[in-house]
């Protein structure tokens, strides 16, 4: 079975740092594209980032642009996301998925969410 | 960087309708459009693929249509279970960068 489990989240002031973690089982990490999404309060969805199957090349939302980073680390079968310099307007559940090619891309499995809440 | 319009933003509707939501691209995206449905609490579950190609497990009460950008999801006779929110997102290969249409919310008429 295919299962996402994204932890990490919490409460941090504003201009704090999160590592969001995603393991992954039921299939190998290395063979996919994964993304994070996140869900502000009250707000619709809003993709994040993205990464190659390899790490080697990341794509960002410009809002979050040299402020977060995603890595992934396919031999332990987890996908990271790296939260610095922090805002109010980064609290929301961040999702992580898994992206399937086929023939084009699409979330085709998705974690259950981690809440992030930027606050003093 | 691409921009997804989704009409409209709420949808009335009872049980037993037929409903279609609108999404428009801000640049010609061939089918590179996904729909996802989204209820509280609950991770997103992807509807269609590819604009119309429907995922696995999915009722076939739903449709997707569109190529280019103009695309619309239609769920042919509404169900209790299908009163939720609707995306519709882009996957620009080339771009590499996506996104998402700003919701629509099927509620109770």
């Known amino acids: 079975e295919v299962q996402l489990v994204e932890s990490g989240g919490g409460l941090v002031q504003p201009g704090g740092s999160l590592r969001l973690s995603c393991p992954v089982s039921g299939f190998s990490l290395g063979s996919y594209w994964m993304s994070w999404v996140r869900q502000a309060p009250g707000k619709g969805l809003e993709w994040v980032a993205n990464?190659?199957?390899?790490?080697?090349?990341?794509f960002y939302v410009d809002s979050v642009k040299g402020r977060f980073t995603i890595s992934r680390d396919n031999a332990k079968n987890s996908l990271f996301l790296q939260l610095n310099s922090l805002r109010v307007e980064d609290t929301a559940v961040y999702y992580c998925?898994?992206?399937?090619?086929?023939?084009?891309?699409?979330?085709?499995?998705w974690g259950q969410g981690t809440l992030v809440t930027v606050s003093s | 960087d691409i921009q997804m319009t989704q009409s409209p933003s709420s949808l009335p509707a009872s049980v037993g309708d037929r409903v279609t939501i609108a999404c428009r691209a801000s640049?010609?995206?061939?089918?590179?459009v996904n729909w996802y449905q989204h209820k509280p609490g609950q991770a997103p579950k992807l509807l269609i693929y590819a604009a119309s190609k429907l995922q696995g497990g999915v009722p076939s009460r739903f449709s997707g249509r569109g190529s280019g950008t103009d695309f619309t999801l239609t769920i042919s006779s509404l169900q209790p279970e299908d009163f939720a929110t609707y995306y519709c997102?882009?996957?620009?290969?080339?771009?590499?960068?996506?996104?998402f249409g700003q919701g629509t919310k099927v509620v109770i008429k």
């Open positions: 640049q010609t995206i061939n089918t590179n």
């Open positions: 997102q882009q996957s620009h290969r080339t771009l590499g960068t996506w996104t």
């Open positions: 990464i190659k199957e390899d790490g080697s090349e990341q």
């Open positions: 998925a898994r992206i399937n090619w086929g023939p084009t891309g699409h979330f085709d499995r």
